[in-house]
């Protein structure tokens, strides 16, 4: 299963809404870096709908929850290749922007280019107001297509990924002889070296239920998801047609060694995000779990620091899993007046000039267009493998709309888990209420 495999709108356009990754603490509810600082009017009006001549410019309107600047050299690119399109570009505030957009959409109007997340890509989709973009399906990975196809048709282009791995001390590492894991048996006995040397192995801020959430689904990913004949089962998951229990359960107690062996301890309960970011940057813990959106302020506490990242393994030698997705997705609205136009900007999306227009102005992430390779920081080196194999994705970008409830369920009981309040089996059991409860309130 080569699915899509790396903040997210905020995990909910709710619904996953998404927004998230950049700036936010933890980011891994979140798709994309929303800017907060300026706002629209909801009354803003659609494109225009007059007929040009061959001599006017077509004008079409994007909306996105991100302020220009974040994309200025894709529209610098459109006005250069397609200089027969005049794009208006209207931000609307993160807070509002499902509404906007929601309540433009259904009067029959809207932005000719939605930016989106998963869960709204899904609700809007089948409420029938995006275009179908399958044409250009397969110039992306799988990883990327799969949380923006509905019923078989794309309904998106995934943008760029965010992405969250191990981070580990360099200095630490070669101190000690060690070297990075290629699987989890070898994190596991990494773990353990370092304890007996008598430095943390690594740092958590289990305060918040997101570390060990996607530290666990980076096993599941590895050991289960990535099966060819589970390659459904997170869509199936969220339509409440099969269960974690019975199907979770061997990878999530080899997970849970992490635990029975000391490495990650209850005192991590009460450690904050901040606190276990300054225990791994001031050398006091050799590993710590994030993404790219951390590292300035691990240089910010120590630019001495020498770091690298891997990623999450499973049983058997390989590229590794890093959880994240794509960081918002681009979608045609099917009634635009100008849907040629727009298809036109789609096109121009999905090719690398298009890729790299954007990835410049949000390095950190990757690309899901095939053949799409741009430079990472040297802090990184340690997942070009990933990347290059598409193995960045997040279970819950295909459980629905309505994934937010189920999420947090999900890292709570991973909380009682670390206190030793819970077992594995009733870990995915709550889960799994939870989310049979929210389908049954949201079908």
């Given at each position: 299963?080569?699915?899509?495999?790396?903040?997210?709108?905020?995990?909910?356009?709710?619904?996953?809404?998404?927004?998230?990754?950049?700036?936010?603490?933890?980011?891994?509810?979140?798709?994309?870096?929303?800017?907060?600082?300026?706002?629209?009017?909801?009354?803003?009006?659609?494109?225009?709908?007059?007929?040009?001549?061959?001599?006017?410019?077509?004008?079409?309107?994007?909306?996105?929850?991100?302020?220009?600047?974040?994309?200025?050299?894709?529209?610098?690119?459109?006005?250069?290749?397609?200089?027969?399109?005049?794009?208006?570009?209207?931000?609307?505030?993160?807070?509002?922007?499902?509404?906007?957009?929601?309540?433009?959409?259904?009067?029959?109007?809207?932005?000719?280019?939605?930016?989106?997340?998963?869960?709204?890509?899904?609700?809007?989709?089948?409420?029938?107001y995006l275009a179908d973009l399958s044409t250009l399906a397969d110039r992306f990975n799988e990883a990327g297509t799969s949380v923006y196809s509905v019923d078989g048709k794309l309904v998106a282009l995934p943008g760029i990924s965010w992405f969250e791995g191990i981070y580990y001390n360099k200095e630490i590492f070669a101190k000690y002889g060690l070297k990075a894991p290629t699987t989890f048996e070898?994190?596991?006995?990494?773990?353990?070296?370092?304890?007996?040397?008598?430095?943390?192995?690594?740092?958590?801020?289990?305060?918040?239920?997101?570390?060990?959430?996607?530290?666990?689904?980076?096993?599941?990913?590895?050991?289960?998801?990535?099966?060819?004949?589970?390659?459904?089962?997170?869509?199936?998951?969220?339509?409440?047609?099969?269960?974690?229990?019975?199907?979770?359960?061997?990878?999530?107690?080899?997970?849970?060694?992490?635990?029975?062996?000391?490495?990650?301890?209850?005192?991590?309960?009460?450690?904050?995000?901040?606190?276990?970011?300054?225990?791994?940057?001031?050398?006091?813990?050799?590993?710590?779990?994030?993404?790219?959106?951390?590292?300035?302020?691990?240089?910010?506490?120590?630019?001495?620091?020498?770091?690298?990242?891997?990623?999450?393994?499973?049983?058997?030698?390989?590229?590794?899993?890093?959880?994240?997705?794509?960081?918002?997705?681009?979608?045609?609205?099917?009634?635009?007046?100008?849907?040629?136009?727009?298809?036109?900007?789609?096109?121009?999306?999905?090719?690398?000039?298009?890729?790299?227009?954007?990835?410049?102005?949000?390095?950190?992430?990757?690309?899901?267009?095939?053949?799409?390779?741009?430079?990472?920081?040297?802090?990184?080196?340690?997942?070009?493998?990933?990347?290059?194999?598409?193995?960045?994705?997040?279970?819950?970008?295909?459980?629905?709309?309505?994934?937010?409830?189920?999420?947090?369920?999900?890292?709570?009981?991973?909380?009682?888990?670390?206190?030793?309040?819970?077992?594995?089996?009733?870990?995915?059991?709550?889960?799994?209420?939870?989310?049979?409860?929210?389908?049954?309130?949201?079908?």
């Open positions: 299963m080569k699915r899509f495999k790396a903040l997210w709108i905020t995990l909910l356009i709710l619904a996953f809404g998404v927004a998230g990754c950049g700036t936010s603490k933890n980011n891994a509810t979140n798709s994309a870096t929303a800017d907060t600082s300026a706002s629209v009017s909801q009354s803003a009006s659609p494109s225009e709908s007059q007929s040009a001549s061959p001599a006017e410019k077509v004008k079409i309107r994007m909306a996105y929850w991100n302020k220009e600047s974040t994309v200025q050299n894709l529209l610098d690119l459109i006005k250069q290749k397609l200089p027969n399109i005049e794009l208006e570009y209207q931000f609307i505030e993160n807070s509002q922007y499902d509404n906007i957009v929601g309540t433009q959409l259904a009067a029959g109007s809207g932005p000719d280019i939605i930016s989106i997340g998963p869960p709204a890509a899904s609700q809007y989709s089948k409420l029938g070898e994190e596991l006995q990494l773990h353990e070296d370092l304890k007996k040397n008598g430095i943390k192995p690594q740092a958590m801020g289990a305060k918040s239920f997101e570390p060990m959430m996607k530290s666990s689904m980076g096993l599941i990913m590895n050991e289960f998801l990535s099966l060819p004949e589970n390659k459904d089962f997170d869509v199936k998951y969220g339509k409440g047609e099969i269960t974690l229990e019975g199907n979770w359960n061997a990878g999530l107690e080899k997970w849970s060694e992490l635990i029975k062996r000391g490495y990650l301890t209850k005192d991590m309960l009460g450690i904050d995000y901040d606190q276990a970011l300054d225990e791994f940057a001031t050398g006091k813990a050799a590993m710590w779990e994030s993404g790219p959106w951390a590292l300035d302020t691990i240089k910010q506490k120590n630019p001495n620091i020498q770091l690298d990242m891997f990623p999450f393994y499973g049983s058997k030698p390989g590229p590794g899993w890093l959880i994240g997705g794509p960081g918002v997705g681009f979608s045609a609205n099917a009634n635009s007046k100008h849907l040629d136009a727009v298809m036109q900007v789609m096109d121009l999306i999905a090719t690398t000039d298009g890729q790299k227009a954007f990835w410049e102005n949000n390095q950190g992430g990757s690309s899901y267009l095939k053949g799409a390779d741009f430079e990472m920081p040297a802090e990184f080196d340690g997942v070009k493998e990933t990347f290059k194999a598409g193995n960045v994705y997040a279970p819950w970008n295909n459980w629905g709309g309505n994934v937010s409830g189920v999420i947090q369920d999900y890292g709570k009981s991973l909380q009682e888990l670390l206190g030793g309040k819970s077992d594995v089996s009733s870990v995915l059991k709550a889960t799994d209420k939870q989310t049979a409860r929210i389908i049954k309130l949201n079908p």
